[in-house]
């Protein structure tokens, strides 16, 4: 397998998911990425149980996806930065690392000193990149945030996806939604700033905040929304003549299941998409004989697609419309895409053995090399390889021993 990371160093000193993330593909990619955790509580999200209701861990096993998704593959050092005797360790650490990696708030840097100039005194090569929630630099540095904040609400996400007149402001679809795709988008930048690094060009920072993935995200609608300078009109998806293209619509069938249709080009695709139905004398319907009267009489070709559509099947759908031209899905849920044959086909969905020797599963990061599939390590108990780590840094046993009585180290 092809692991571009292989030989490269990153230093982690985050919590929760959105940086710990990037971390994660690089290690996916084969990078070493040593985890720095409090000393004593560890990376604050050990402590959650619960994420919209549903539990997190599993009573018998110390696998828990919360932490194994976007720490898979590290190493975990128990490393208490506040203490004076944990300096020279960090010093050591930065100076064998090729990336320092931090959501730390810049407030929290400077105390620990692990911001910028910190680091950069130590290892001025080092690629040193931060994860913020609005921004690097200016008056909301210091603000921390969520993605829930930052990359939906703020970003303008949460007010696309939530109809007009609805009585409350729709959710993310997951939790950590925003999170894994800023960790991806922090982690091709760390690439980037290697590449350039390796050509000459000197050791970047690498700064990317959750309300700048959000707008990335949404930049079609915020750019149309500058273009026209005013907030978009709201799109009712409820409303059957607000759908100008009845074949980019989501239709219910009879088991209350939702197909979502995108066929952008409704009058190249109609008259497959009416024999695929069984009903192909819709295709030289007056109304409907042309892209032109398909779009103008939309309203009534949905109230017809609606009504066919609902007569059978999720399943009887989905063998009808097997070789169908256009484009469509199946509004999977949760489980369904854990178990999806196009992404187990690739390895997407990839094995992963726990601490408890147990076969377990994971979403793989997407990127692919010579399209093999990852290889997956789970995620480090807490504070787990600290002596390893402390070993190869030359530390003794005796020195190991007063550095834990310090509690400078787990």
């Known amino acids: 397998m092809f692991l571009p990371m292989q030989g490269v160093r990153v230093l982690e000193v985050a919590q929760f998911t959105f940086v710990p993330s990037a971390g994660a593909v690089l290690a996916d990619w084969g990078?070493?990425?040593?985890?720095?955790?409090?000393?004593?509580?560890?990376?604050?999200?050990?402590?959650?149980?619960?994420?919209?209701?549903?539990?997190?861990?599993?009573?018998s096993s110390t696998f828990a996806p919360i932490m194994d998704g976007p720490n898979r593959g590290k190493r975990s050092l128990g490393l208490a930065l506040e203490k004076p005797e944990a300096k020279a360790i960090l010093a050591e650490l930065i100076r064998s690392a090729d990336v320092f990696l931090t959501n730390f708030l810049p407030n929290?840097?400077?105390?620990?000193?692990?911001?910028?100039?910190?680091?950069?005194a130590i290892n001025p090569e080092i690629v040193y990149a931060s994860g913020t929630s609005f921004a690097h630099s200016g008056?909301?540095?210091?603000?921390?945030?969520?993605?829930?904040?930052?990359?939906?609400?703020r970003a303008g996400n949460a007010d696309s996806s939530t109809p007009p007149g609805y009585d409350r402001v729709i959710s993310q679809p997951g939790g950590a939604f925003g999170d894994n795709i800023g960790g991806m988008t922090i982690a091709g930048g760390i690439a980037a700033a290697l590449f350039a690094r390796g050509r000459g060009q000197g050791a970047?920072?690498?700064?990317?905040?959750?309300?700048?993935?959000?707008?990335?995200?949404?930049q079609l609608n915020v750019n149309m929304a500058l273009l026209a300078g005013k907030p978009l009109p709201k799109y009712d998806p409820r409303q059957a003549q607000a759908?100008?293209?009845?074949?980019?619509?989501?239709?219910?069938?009879?088991?209350?299941?939702?197909?979502?249709?995108?066929?952008?080009?409704?009058?190249r695709y109609w008259?497959?998409?009416?024999?695929?139905?069984?009903?192909?004398?819709?295709?030289?319907?007056?109304?409907?004989?042309?892209?032109?009267?398909?779009?103008?009489?939309?309203?009534e070709a949905v109230e017809i697609i609606k009504e066919i559509i609902g007569r059978r099947s999720k399943d009887a759908w989905v063998k009808a419309f097997a070789e169908m031209e256009g484009q469509w899905?199946?509004?999977?849920?949760?489980?369904?895409?854990?178990?999806?044959?196009a992404l187990h086909a690739v390895g997407q969905i990839a094995d992963v053995v726990d601490a408890e020797g147990r076969l377990r599963k994971l979403v793989a990061s997407p990127v692919q090399f010579d399209r093999e599939p990852i290889t997956l390590k789970r995620a480090p108990q807490f504070a787990e390889h600290t002596d390893e780590i402390l070993r190869e840094l030359g530390v003794t046993d005796e020195e190991l021993i007063n550095l834990k009585i310090a509690g400078a180290v787990t």
């Open 139 to 153: 008056p909301e540095a210091d603000s921390g945030g969520y993605d829930g904040t930052a990359f939906w609400a």
């Open 31 to 59: 990078a070493d990425v040593i985890k720095i955790e409090h000393a004593e509580k560890g990376d604050a999200q050990r402590g959650l149980v619960k994420v919209f209701g549903q539990s997190v861990v599993d009573d």
């Open 243 to 267: 759908v100008p293209n009845p074949l980019s619509n989501n239709y219910l069938t009879a088991d209350g299941r939702w197909l979502s249709l995108i066929m952008l080009q409704p009058g």
């Open 329 to 341: 899905s199946v509004v999977q849920n949760n489980h369904e895409v854990g178990n999806d044959p």
């Open 271 to 299: 008259a497959d998409f009416c024999e695929k139905v069984g009903h192909p004398e819709l295709a030289t319907d007056e109304r409907f004989d042309t892209a032109q009267k398909l779009t103008a009489n939309s309203a």
């Open 108 to 120: 929290a840097r400077i105390r620990l000193g692990i911001d910028i100039d910190d680091v950069r």
């Open 204 to 218: 970047p920072t690498v700064d990317i905040s959750l309300l700048g993935v959000g707008a990335w995200a949404n």
